[in-house]
């Protein structure tokens, strides 16, 4: 087995590497002085069995390219099975046309990694489900429960707890979570009922007197959380705590966390954090890496890998 990193997230590559006890391969990942990118894998992979991870996260686009030039590298270098680890897959979000003309950028991604060369795919809670149908080899879509379920329970053992959907796209997630934690379910319900008019927030579910912890695969500008978190106080909830998987977090959104209802975010590090996120005070972060590496190793040894969810 070979393992290789991107740019986009290297201590979690490293991360990966240290749990599985495989070093790296070392590759050279640079611009040329008009900024296209050029990749030499430095070991030799033919033959082998090799696990590319890179994140599509900010800035997607150069990071998406280098996946791209990354697989066909490993593709012209005879590696016998390319499996692109793609922790966060960006553009996911753009999965069904919202309009006429529009396009649906996450079958475009999913068609790029496919020609580039890739044979197989594993990411971690992809934003919607069905978006394994875009691709046409395997694809295998980690729940992060593995990581969030054990810290919930200690965190919060003892006190009456509610998970919370923060919308209404979220429920399945939350749902699948609130089950392995034996927790009631309640859901936000966003309404605008005129354009124009702001949006209403309605909380199905009871979550007086409780702590409630919102369940989301995304934050990016962290208004969906810190709205949801606003409504869930005025509706009785005595502390809000929020877990997501990807920490997007663009633009001003840690500041609109820090100066939010919100107790604390729990992030992971699919995503590389910026500095800012790194220091910020209510935004703390979980490891992947342990669950990315069996899955990886379960995927090299044709094992199960929904076996680490039972
Ligand atoms: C939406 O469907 C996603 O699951 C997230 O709720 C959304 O992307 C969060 O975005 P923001 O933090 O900008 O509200």
């Known amino acids: 087995m070979k393992l290789i990193s991107g740019n986009s997230n290297r201590p979690l590559a490293e991360a990966v590497s240290e749990c599985l006890k495989v070093p790296l391969t070392q590759a050279v990942m640079k611009r040329f002085s008009d900024n296209e990118i050029f990749v030499e894998i430095g070991d030799n992979v033919r033959g082998q069995d090799v696990f590319l991870i890179q994140s599509t996260s900010y800035p997607a686009n ?41 396009p649906i950028s996450a079958k475009l991604v999913a068609n790029l990694i496919t020609k580039a060369g890739a044979d197989r795919v594993l990411t ?46 979220g429920v399945v997630r939350a749902r699948a979570l609130a ?45 969906t959380l810190c709205n949801a978190a606003e409504a869930l106080k005025k509706n009785g909830a005595t502390e809000v705590w929020s877990y997501v998987v990807h920490g997007v977090l663009s633009g001003r959104a840690v500041e609109r966390i820090d100066s939010s209802a919100l107790e604390g975010l729990v992030i992971t590090d699919t995503i590389q954090p910026t500095d ?33 969810f039972v």
């Open 62 to 102: 150069d990071n998406l390219m280098e996946l791209l030039i990354t697989i066909d590298a490993l593709r012209r270098g005879s590696a016998r099975r390319v499996t692109a680890v793609v922790p966060y897959f960006g553009y996911a979000r753009q999965d069904r046309k919202t309009g006429p003309r529009t």
């Open 124 to 169: 971690l809670e992809l934003h919607a489900g069905q978006i394994q149908g875009f691709f046409d080899i395997p694809v295998d879509n980690l729940i992060i429960a593995p990581v969030f379920v054990p810290d919930i329970q200690k965190r919060f053992a003892g006190r009456d707890v509610a998970i919370v959907s923060p919308d209404v796209g």
């Open 179 to 223: 089950k392995r934690l034996e927790a009631d379910l309640a859901i936000i319900d966003k309404r605008r009922e005129k354009a124009g008019v702001s949006e209403v927030m309605n909380v199905i579910g009871d979550v007086e007197g409780r702590v409630c912890i919102m369940v989301d695969d995304i934050v990016d500008s962290g208004g």
């Open 276 to 308: 800012l996120v790194r220091h910020a005070r209510n935004i703390e972060r979980l490891s992947v890496a342990p669950l990315l590496g069996d899955a990886i190793l379960r995927i090299s040894d044709e094992r199960s890998v929904s076996a680490l």
